[in-house]
Nanobody, 123 residues
Framework: QVTLAESGGGLVQAGGSLRLSCAAS????????VGWFRQAPGKERELVSC????????RYSDSAKGRFTISGDTAKTAVFLQMNNLQPEDTAVYYC????????????????WGQGTQVTVSS
């Protein structure tokens, strides 16, 4: 089973940038969809972006489109989320998961969320 681990979060000021990494172990992501999710305190987890690794098709939430870019490495062992022009409302714990479904835990019973990586944007 492929396991994903997030990294790259941090504290930035509004307008700053971060690049998150989702590293795979135990296999490649050639035939996976990989989604970046985020969850702010007191709010539901939301899908920010996802990528279909077999063809590179990408999707973005309205808030992410134009600011964030999802991509994968050539070895298909990592997926990245380049986040530019970060705003305070982007503050959340960011997770990656092998799905583009916006609610995989509810729909598919997915329960393998990791610790995520904290992104904090100050104003």
């Amino acid at each position: 089973q492929v396991t994903l681990a997030e990294s790259g979060g941090g504290l930035v000021q509004a307008g700053g940038s971060l690049r998150l990494s989702c590293a795979a172990s135990g296999g490649t992501l050639n035939y996976y969809t990989v989604g970046w999710f985020r969850q702010a305190p007191g709010k539901e987890r939301e899908l920010v972006s996802c990528i279909q690794n077999w063809d590179g098709t990408t999707r973005y939430s309205d808030s992410a489109k134009g600011r964030f870019t999802i991509s994968g490495d050539t070895a298909k062992t990592a997926v990245f989320l380049q986040m530019n022009n970060l705003q305070p409302e982007d503050t959340a714990v960011y997770y990656c998961a092998p799905t583009c479904n916006p609610a995989p835990d509810a729909v598919w019973g997915y329960s393998y969320w990791g610790q995520g990586t904290q992104v904090t944007v100050s104003s």
